[in-house]
Nanobody, 120 residues
């Protein structure tokens, strides 16, 4: 599976961005999708996950109510809609494919990361 993340950029606090993660190589719907992020000087952390069917989602407390994860299996693409963004959301965001989990080691394939910067 190859993953291509896109949609990052610079946004003001309170603004919105939508990240996309396009997958190729295998049957996308068989796998859960996760989003993780890594801020400068910090470890990578879990953001959100969605099951293969899209019927189940889970969020980190820090983004709950502001971010929405979704997927379109007909397009082999997952999304992360980010609203009411805060400067602390600044990070490189990674998409990953694997088992439905908050743990990095449950995901087998990773995208290259896309930079998100939120200015105050």
């Amino acid at each position: 599976v190859q993953l291509q993340a896109s949609g990052g950029g610079l946004v003001q606090a309170g603004g919105s961005l939508r990240l996309s993660c396009a997958a190729s190589g295998r049957t996308f719907s068989h796998y859960a999708m996760g989003w993780f992020r890594q801020a400068p000087g910090k470890e990578r952390e879990f953001v959100a996950a969605i099951s293969g069917s899209g019927g189940t989602t889970y969020y980190a407390d820090s983004v709950k109510g502001r971010f929405t994860i979704s997927r379109d299996n007909s397009k082999n693409t997952a999304y992360l809609q980010m609203n009411s963004m805060k400067p602390e959301d600044t990070a490189v965001y990674y998409c990953a494919v694997g088992l439905y989990s908050t743990k990095e080691d449950k995901y087998d394939y990773w995208g290259q990361g896309t930079q998100v910067t939120v200015s105050s």
